[in-house]
């Protein structure tokens, strides 16, 4: 029986907590500097070192998978109310062979379930952030020219959002034609399962 993306998930963490916690505290700390730049008027120019977790994947043999966090400031891909200081969390998950690689020498990509995907995604992000997050679907990914992109729309607080309506999905890192999967909440998250069945998955702008 194949595992969700929460199993998964579950597993990823066990497998790299510390590392992970690293992550976290990274995206704290920058948040923490983002709120500080919106109470000073100051700008807010952060700069991003990934911290990467590799490892066999959780529920697909002969995959590997390659995942890293990065952030950024999405004030120009949509309309937020600037009182939010508005950050954009990107977790980017890459699949790949464990031992063949291509005539250059590089690992050969290979195709990880969305299930997978999602799992470790939702691992390094943390249950409150991926109820809100989006896959982000291209072209490009689906062939393996480029990672997979969830992406988590949070305030200076860490509180998440939902994507204002007008976001631009093909500005989002990922380039050409690109649209968005909305994750589905947990379960008992009513709060949010309840506001995306009135007002669908984006917020109206």
């Not at 860490?158 to 500005?171: I, K, Q, R």
Request: charged share 25%; hydrophobic share 35%.
């Amino acid at each position: 029986m194949d595992r969700t993306p929460e199993e998964i998930a579950q597993i990823v963490y066990k497998r790299f907590g510390p590392e992970i916690e690293q992550q976290r505290k990274s995206v704290r700390g920058a948040l923490e500097r983002r709120s500080e730049a919106l109470r000073t008027s100051a700008l807010w120019n952060d700069t991003c070192v990934p911290i990467r977790i590799s490892g066999p994947a959780v529920d697909t043999d002969d995959v590997e998978i390659d995942a890293w966090q990065t952030w950024e400031n999405p004030e120009g891909l949509g309309t937020f109310d600037p009182s939010d200081g508005v950050f954009q969390v990107n977790i980017w998950v890459n699949s790949r062979h464990p031992t063949k690689k291509n005539s250059d020498g590089v690992p050969t990509w290979v195709r990880a379930p969305i299930r997978e995907v999602l799992g470790w995604a939702r691992a390094i992000m943390g249950d409150y952030w991926a109820d809100y997050a989006y896959r982000v679907h291209t072209l490009r990914g689906e062939l393996g020219r480029w990672p997979q992109l969830v992406l988590v729309l949070v305030d200076h607080a860490g509180t998440p959002m939902l994507a204002p309506s007008d976001y631009e999905w093909e500005s989002a890192g990922v380039g050409g034609p690109a649209y968005p999967h909305k994750l589905a909440p947990r379960p008992e998250n009513k709060e949010l399962t309840n506001l995306l069945k009135a007002e669908g998955d984006v917020r109206q702008v």
